[in-house]
């Protein structure tokens, strides 16, 4: 019983270890995210809607009509997950630190496309990065360059904010 037990587990760790997911799996776990970020103080708003279609165009270089499929695939597994732990697992293991970082940022800019940060948002990104193992202090630079970026597009000037 106990080997048995121990091969099961084995075989899922190292299915974790070893099995690396498609692009299209970490697009639909990104735009998953997003799309509960952009909804997540219950209201998306039309510059949310606009900032999350332009983030996914530039970040997979997709098609107006790629877009559409993908954020619908991820609203469809939005609504089918308890929680973000199946989407952050997925980034997790498919992204290194400074993409997970930028993932963060992503998802500071989608919260603050209305020119506001609810506090439903401010937990959902803080939990996001903390299952993404983004450290508090990354997070917070994120949501800063996230909030310069969004000033110095309203002011029209090219923001040279990375993360």
Known sequence: M?????IFFNRILNEGENKKLDTHEVEIASAALLAHCAKADGEQSALETAHLKAVLGERFNL??????????AAEARVRDAIDLHRFTRVLHRNLDRDARIHMVQLLWEIADADGRIDSDERR?????AQLLDVEVHDAVAAR????GKRRDK????GSSAKV
């Open 154 to 157: 309203a002011a029209g000037i």
């Open 124 to 128: 959902m990104v803080s939990l996001t």
């Open 2 to 6: 106990l080997r048995k037990m121990e």
């Open 63 to 72: 098609t107006p009509s790629e877009i559409d499929s993908v954020i619908e």
């Open 144 to 147: 800063h360059a996230a909030q």
